[in-house]
């Protein structure tokens, strides 16, 4: 699947624009500020809903706007079409088109476009909490399972069920068992899903990786949110008392967490940034090679500042996976001669030039 046309009105600084872009490969060039990472914005809005880069609504509307508007045609794989469109006023008020119907939540978005993000934050993955690394794992769950969001819904109720009665104690005994049941079976699920999908992206993540980087000793693995040798009810009785303390729910797959590890290191202690920026791409390149084979159409890839913290070698290197992975990606950099030969010569290339946000197409850079 492939963005065929996209329109943008009122995000940040960019001017209104229409735009065609190539099912390959997208190259946004210009100074900085001047409205690259924007284009990425909207796309990604398009696609999630939310922005990546501020959780607050008011930076992502232009100054003048009452609402930021992003439309969409997407090429299916399967032959087709459908439309998208996303609207966000300043007072928090989501709109989302499908098809010209109100869509009843942002999953069907996600569903119809696949969004991958590599930006300069994308070490996080590796630095930060493990809520962000279930979000990656999840992300990938969902594209190839199409049972985990049901699942995903009924922990979500379970949890917020339990935790009031933890808080409150407003359930009776029976009401509590239910509950405490129906978290259990929904986390077996969750955990059976979770499991097979990384057994699938380790051997496809430790390829990508090797085109990429050698290191050796590397490992990943996926911890579950409760021990490995016992049953989480088991856990949840034991536990009972520490979590009316806290007043939530400590064991379970809201714990879940991926872990990589260097000779028995934190991978993230022990890596240097350029060095966590090509294990994220691995990851997430190995994702996308995932939701190819399930869905048989590809994710689309916003590569902010693509060239940041790589030599030429492993520049090349990137660009070679993604071309390989033969779909959409949008790319941003200030100076596109760093990526000049990064492609195949029968490879579609569309250049853009970002100015004071106005975006204007130009030529394939390598005519």
């Known amino acids: 699947m ?25 190259i946004l060039h210009g100074a900085n500020g001047s409205g690259k990472t924007s284009l990425l914005e909207a796309i990604h809005l398009l696609g999630l809903a939310r922005s990546f880069r501020s959780s607050r609504l008011q930076p992502v509307i232009h100054y003048e706007q009452p609402a930021c508007t992003v439309f969409g045609q997407v090429q299916l794989a399967e032959c087709g079409s459908s439309n998208l469109g996303i609207s966000r006023d300043r007072q928090g008020e989501l709109q989302i088109r499908v098809d010209g119907q109100n869509a009843r ?28 690394r279930r979000q990656f794992l999840d992300w990938g769950v969902f594209h190839v399972e199409h049972r985990f969001l049901g699942a995903w819904q009924r922990l979500q109720k379970a949890l917020r069920q339990r935790n009031s009665w933890l808080r409150h104690g407003t359930l009776d005994g029976a009401s509590q068992a239910a509950w405490d049941r129906e978290l259990c079976t929904a986390s077996a699920e969750i955990d059976t899903y979770r499991r097979a999908y990384i057994q699938a992206l380790k051997p496809v993540f430790e390829r990508t990786l090797a085109e990429l980087l050698q290191l050796e000793g ?18 949840l009785a034991a536990s009972l008392l520490r979590d009316q303390q806290l007043g939530h729910t400590q064991a379970g797959p809201q714990r879940a967490d991926l872990r990589l590890r260097l000779a028995g290191h934190n991978a993230a202690e022990i890596l240097s940034r350029g060095q966590q920026k090509l294990v994220v791409c691995a990851l997430r390149i190995a994702q996308g090679h995932l939701v190819n084979e399930a869905k048989r159409g590809q994710c689309i890839y916003l590569v902010d500042d693509l060239p940041s913290e790589l030599d030429e070698q492993h520049r090349l290197a990137l660009c070679r996976l993604l071309e390989d992975l033969h779909c959409q ?39």
């Open 105 to 132: 939540s942002a999953a069907q978005l996600a569903d119809l476009l696949p969004l991958q993000l590599i930006n300069p934050d994308s070490f996080r993955l590796l630095e930060g909490a493990p809520k962000i």
């Open 218 to 235: 590397l490992t990943l693995s996926y911890y579950r949110g409760w021990d490995k040798d016992r049953e989480l009810s088991d856990v």
């Open 329 to 367: 990606v949008f790319i941003t950099c200030v100076d596109h001669e760093l990526l000049r030969d990064g492609w195949q010569t029968d490879t579609p290339v569309a250049m853009f030039h970002v100015e004071h946000g106005r975006i204007t197409q130009t030529h394939d850079h390598r005519e």
């Open 2 to 26: 492939s963005l065929t046309r996209v329109t943008v009105t009122a995000v940040r600084n960019l001017h209104p624009v229409t735009l065609s872009p190539s099912p390959r490969i997208n």
